[in-house]
Structures are given as C-alpha cells and as structure tokens.
C-alpha cells in the first residue's frame, strides 16, 4: 500500500509539472496572429492551382504532374507532435516550438526566393498575374507573423530558373507550387497547434 501511494504521489507530481521548452512564451501570441495569414496563403495557394484555364500552366494539365518538396528540409519532422505516456494515462510532449518555427521560416524564405525569380522572368508575360498574389500571401504571412520574418540580410542565393515561359520551366513551377501547396498546410497545422498551446500543459 505505501509502495502505492509513492507511485501515485509521484505521477501528481509528473501531471502538475509543465513541460519546458527553450522557447520565448511571447511566440505564442506571435503564433495565434500568425494564423490568418497562413490560411490566406494556403487559400491564394489553392486559387492558383485550380484556377480554370490558367496562363501560368497553358499548354498542360497542373494536377496531373508529381510534385516537388524542398529536399533536406526539416519542417515535417520538426513541426511533429511526439508524446510520451507516463503514469499510465498521462502525456507529456516532446516537441520543439523553436526548432519547427525556425524550420517553416526557412522553407517560407526559400519559396519567397523562388517565386520571385520566376516573377521577374515572366515580368513580360500576362502569367505573372497569376503568381503576384502567392508572392503578397508570403509577404504579408511574414509582415504580421514574427516567428516568420526574415530579415533581407538572411536571403538565400538562388540561382535564375531561366526564361520561365518555356514548356518544361512552366512545368517545373507547375511542381514547385504543388510542393508549396503541401508546406502550407503543414504550417497551418503547425501553428494552430503552437497557438493552442496544449504542448505546455
């Protein structure tokens, strides 16, 4: 009996204890007015690639193509919930709200890179219509949500895609945005998980 009420003294004390992370507690209220504008990237996102009769993708069917994910990016697996069961019924998480933050700014400053060198490439043609909007989602995601902001010093080099009017470049956009696409529904989920703040429970 006093075995057991050891055990069960100790798992109160495990319950009530809060998790600790290394972030700072004011990225929280960053995160919770980050999420509008995350919402509005992934519905710009959305326009663009189901939009009937696209310029940006004339000449070929945008769904039917694969699609491309940055390679070596950490976002999925930083922004994962883990939780570990201790005392039969109690969880406990284990995630980084500083690793996954720092791990959508770096793939949100890739794409911003990205697209706009196939903005200014199609500087001449009516398809850059098509991809300024995506390009005021990110900015403004960026603007009103700290954690994501990027300073101009941090831009990565990128190299020119070339003339993106041509068949196979389009296509390759084609993928890209699908990619993208995929990243900003993790990131919605990421940050409505952050918002909420049931990992610090």
Not at 50 to 69: I, Q, S, W
Not at 150 to 170: A, L, M, Q
């Amino acid at each position: 009996t006093t075995c057991l009420m050891m055990v069960a003294l100790m798992c109160r004390v495990t319950m009530g204890t809060p998790v600790r992370t290394s972030m700072d507690t004011a990225s929280v209220a960053g995160a919770q007015s980050c999420t509008e504008h995350a919402k509005t990237l992934l519905t710009t996102l959305k326009s663009v690639l189901n939009k009937d009769k696209p310029t940006l993708f004339h000449g070929f069917k945008c769904a039917d193509l694969d699609t491309e994910v940055i390679p070596n990016s950490s976002t999925v697996a930083a922004c994962q919930p883990y939780e570990d069961t201790t005392c039969s019924d109690q969880r406990r998480s284990s995630f980084n709200e500083t690793d996954c933050l720092a791990s959508m700014r770096e793939d949100l400053r890739h794409y911003q890179d990205k697209l706009a060198e196939y903005a200014e490439s199609l500087s001449k043609f009516d398809a850059v219509t098509e991809l300024k909007p995506i390009l005021i989602s990110v900015r403004d995601l960026q603007q009103n949500c700290p954690p994501l902001s990027t300073n101009e010093t941090e831009k990565s080099p990128t190299n020119s895609p070339g003339p993106v009017d041509s068949f196979e470049e389009r296509m390759s956009l084609c993928k890209q945005l699908k990619g993208f696409h995929l990243r900003a529904v993790t990131m919605n989920r990421a940050l409505g998980y952050v918002s909420a703040g049931d990992y610090k429970r």
